[in-house]
């Protein structure tokens, strides 16, 4: 590629070569995803080492959007992010909510040349839109959970990332990712869960229902959200997970005995203000206090939920700094009585082994700076600060801000 071309989108320039960028439904939404990243110039910013350890945001750009055409179910928008590995996840997740999910599908590339992509990243490239493809396509048939016109109605953004530094290829941008798959939600209620979380079919049921949806939307307009109690099997196959998320809170008991417990047993302070033992004995919501680190996945209002901080990557505090940010503005913590969601098992990603290897090594915190851990440790500790002192607003990327403020269904 000539020099004088290396300042040409590296959007526009994989679009017309591999053919994706292209719109599937959303009529006039699709266009407008992909307009809003026009100008960026990511072979301009390839993501180094640095950019995490300085803080510095990182080129997201999209390859390729796929919106469903299929008609809306429950008003709810699940809105998630996941790598190439976790697409199964995705699967089994779209297959138990029977409304709109955003899904931001995340493809890291080494780009050691700043003029153009290596064969080998475009091959990467067009694999994973073809996987992308094949599971959107299925879940329009409805057949990600074996019976036609079921499951969820995806919206799918394909988004990568150039690297200019093998080392960096760890770092997961999880908090850019939940940002940029919420701005596919143009309902009123959002629930933003993890991909290997599956959903209980109960929580659909209980929102299809006229009153019951009015009642949680009257509620999380006055700055509610409400919990889901959160799951994690420790045998049995993935599928485990899927069977106990379709059988309902009536086998979670039985569950207990045999393959399931409460989330993150090793750390309880993750979830359990939760209070797992009145959920089980509860047919209605109750209201709970935050306690520091609590990490729960929530149903809420899209316009008074905080966007997450991209400073957070890699591994570690990315949603417990939300979660904390959301209860400095006063956030009333209820626990939903109508449902909860399953961890579903999957091979331990490689930036957690690096984060956990650095955590137990008993090295101080300014040893391991410049480590995933040591660098996530002292943003926290950085942002608690600037919590107490009622200063903190999460960072987001100028690119994003620039994209939501364009879209007409983030215009209030």
């Not at 990243?121 to 019976?147: D, I, P, R, T, W």
């Not at 302070?269 to 919501?285: K, M």
């Not at 961890?343 to 082994?353: I, M």
Request: proline share 5%; charged share 20%.
């Amino acid at each position: 590629m000539a020099p004088a071309l290396a300042a040409v989108s590296v959007a526009l320039v994989l679009g017309l070569l591999l053919g994706l960028v292209r719109s599937d439904g959303g009529q006039d939404k699709v266009p407008a995803i992909l307009k809003c990243f026009d100008g960026q110039n990511c072979l301009a910013k390839r993501t180094t080492w640095e950019h995490f350890t300085e803080d510095l945001p990182s080129c997201l750009h999209p390859a390729r959007v796929w919106w469903s055409a299929r008609p809306a179910g429950i008003p709810v928008t699940l809105v998630t992010q996941l790598s190439v590995e976790r697409l199964p996840q995705l699967r089994a997740q779209c297959a138990l909510w029977n409304g709109p999910l955003a899904a931001a599908l995340y493809l890291p590339l080494l780009a050691p040349d700043a003029l153009e992509l290596t064969a080998e990243a475009k091959q990467k490239l067009q694999a994973m839109v073809g996987s992308a493809e094949e599971l959107f396509q299925e879940s329009e048939k409805g057949a990600a959970n074996g019976s036609a016109g079921g499951g969820c109605q995806l919206r799918l953004v394909l988004l990568y990332e150039l690297f200019a530094d093998p080392k960096a290829l760890v770092l997961y941008p999880v908090n850019s990712l939940r940002n940029y798959a919420r701005l596919m939600a143009d309902t009123d209620l959002i629930t933003n869960i993890d991909v290997d979380m599956i959903p209980s079919a109960s929580i659909s049921t209980a929102l299809a229902n006229p009153a019951t949806l009015a009642d949680y939307t009257a509620s999380c307009r006055t700055g509610s959200v409400y919990v889901w109690p959160a799951f994690e099997t420790h045998c049995g196959a993935a599928s485990y997970a899927d069977n106990v998320a379709v059988g309902g809170k009536a086998v979670i008991p039985a569950a207990l005995k045999k393959c399931m417990r409460k989330m993150r047993p090793k750390a309880p302070y993750s979830h359990n203000a939760t209070n797992y033992v009145q959920w089980l004995a509860s047919d209605t919501a109750y209201r709970i206090n935050y306690t520091s680190q609590f990490e729960p996945w929530f149903l809420s209002w899209r316009w008074g939920t905080l966007w997450y901080d991209y400073r957070f990557r890699g591994y570690g505090k990315n949603k417990i700094v939300h979660v904390a940010a959301m209860n400095a503005t006063g956030t009333a913590w209820y626990v939903s009585p109508h449902g909860f969601i399953v961890h579903r098992k999957h091979t331990e990603s490689k930036v957690r082994k690096v984060f956990l290897r650095a955590k137990f090594s008993r090295k101080d915190l300014q040893t391991l700076q410049d480590t995933v851990y040591g660098h996530v440790e002292l943003l926290w500790a950085a942002v608690q600060k600037e919590m107490a002192a009622g200063t903190y607003m999460a960072r987001v990327e100028r690119g994003f801000q620039a994209c939501m403020e364009s879209l007409p269904w983030w215009q209030r």
